[in-house]
Each structure stands twice: as C-alpha cells, then as structure tokens.
C-alpha cells in the first residue's frame, strides 16, 4: 500500500490494487487475493523474511505480554507455514545445536532453524505423547496454539470445531506445563466457552484476550492468554 499527494494537492490518498475476476476464480477466491495484495502485513512479513503475516501476531502479543524469554522450551500446534516458529526461535535463541521448541502440523513444511517439526494431526491420541518425547521428557514453559478447524459454512457445527480443538489444546497444556507456564490459543467470537474458561482461571492465575493489531479488524478471532499455571 502506497501513499501519494501533500501540500498543495488533493491531499493524501491510497492507492489499492484491484484484482479482475478470472475465469476458474471464485469471488471470494478474488476477494481474499485482492485483500492479500492490499495488506500491509502480507509485504511486511515478505521483506523481512516471515513466512507468513501471522509472524506479527506473535510479536505483538509477546511485546504487550513478554512471553518469550531466553532458553524456553515452546510447543506450538498447529505451526505451519511456520511463522510462529521463526519468532519464537529468534526471541528465545533456539538453536540446531540445542533446538528447544518443538511444532506440531498436519501440513508439510520446510524445517525452521532451531525448532522440531513434527509432520503430525495434533488431534490424532498418540500425537501429545510424539511432543512429549520430542521435548526430551521437559515441561514446557509455554504453550501456543494457532489452530483453526477447516470451515463447514455451517455455524452451530463450526463452533463446536473450533470449541472442541481450543479444549484439546488446553488439555495438553495443562499437561505439559510446568509451574509457572504460559497458555496461548486462537479462539473466535463466543469461541471460549464458559466450562473451558472456568477451568482454565482453575488452572491458571490470570486468564486474559488479546487481539492484536495484526488481526484482521473484520476477523471474529482473538488470542487467550494464560499465565502463571499453577501445576
């Protein structure tokens, strides 16, 4: 996105790029490219080397939160493309040599530097052990979950997908966990039930929604932060 005009023009103005239909393309297909083509993230995230906008989500909750510190040992679900995985191994110092965050994604992806990537579906009943073991039997310090169910079109039947999978996450985090630990997890509007909530303030000191400036504004998701797992 560029800017243009100043004093003595019409003023400053933005200039968007416009997409055509094609043949082949769906008008939501030309929508979500227009719009990727207009975000200023999408540019972002490609000068500086992220994989994805994503990445910037990541650094705006932990600017605000402070989550990532030296040597933490991190699962992220659901990592790919791997954006997440980029900020958290630079913010922590993650390294090859001693790799201490560990992702976990269905989908194939190319390997981050100093993170372990597990090419899994979080949701099958041996992955939480697959992590377990891929963090050397640690405890972790935090937890982030990025995960989104595939969309049906169907309300009642993607609430529950998204419920179901944002429990899930919590579950294994409370597992894994290590007294004092982070939980991070994408929910959307009306996404966080109140059984799931009161747990987590059981289990948690503070329990908190963020949604960051990355987050597309027309978006209904935010992020569930919860500090200070009391084991």
Same mark, same amino acid.
């Given at each position: 996105?560029? =800017?243009?005009?100043? =004093?003595?023009?019409?003023?400053? @103005? ?18 979500? !490219?227009? *719009? ?5 993230? &999408?540019? @972002? ?7 994805? *906008? ?13 989550? !990532?510190? +030296? ?35 269905? $989908? #194939? %992806?190319? +390997? ?7 090419? =899994? ?8 052990? %697959? $992590? ?11 937890? $982030? ?19 179901? !999978? &944002? ?16 939980? &991070? ?9 109140? #059984?799931?909530?009161?747990? $987590? ?14 987050? *597309? ?15």
């Amino acid at each position: 996105m560029s =800017k243009s005009g100043g =004093k003595g023009g019409s003023g400053a @103005r933005q200039l968007k790029t416009r997409v055509k239909s094609a043949r082949g393309r769906s008008n939501s297909s030309t929508r979500w !490219l227009q *719009r990727q083509l207009n975000d200023p993230y &999408v540019k @972002r995230a490609h000068d500086e080397g992220w994989r994805s *906008r994503a990445a910037f989500k990541l650094i705006e909750i932990d600017d605000k939160q402070n989550l !990532l510190k +030296p040597g933490m040992r991190i699962v992220d679900l659901g990592c790919a493309p791997g954006g997440w995985l980029q900020v958290a191994a630079k913010r922590t110092g993650s390294t090859p040599d001693d790799p201490h965050i560990v992702g976990i994604d269905y $989908l #194939e %992806m190319e +390997p981050v530097p100093g993170c372990i990537i597990l090419h =899994k579906d979080f949701t099958e009943d041996d992955a939480p052990q %697959m $992590l377990i073991d891929a963090l050397g039997g640690h405890k972790a310090d935090l937890v $982030l979950s990025d995960m989104a169910a595939p969309t049906t079109g169907h309300k009642a039947t993607d609430h529950l997908r998204i419920i179901a !999978l &944002v429990e899930l996450a919590a579950d294994f985090a409370i597992q894994i966990l290590k007294p004092g630990g982070t939980f &991070v997890a994408k929910v959307f509007q009306g996404g966080t039930e109140h #059984e799931l909530l009161a747990e $987590l303030k059981r289990s948690f000191a503070t329990t908190a929604h963020i949604k960051p400036p990355a987050s *597309r504004k027309d978006s209904a998701e935010s992020y569930l932060i919860a500090k200070g797992f009391k084991g």
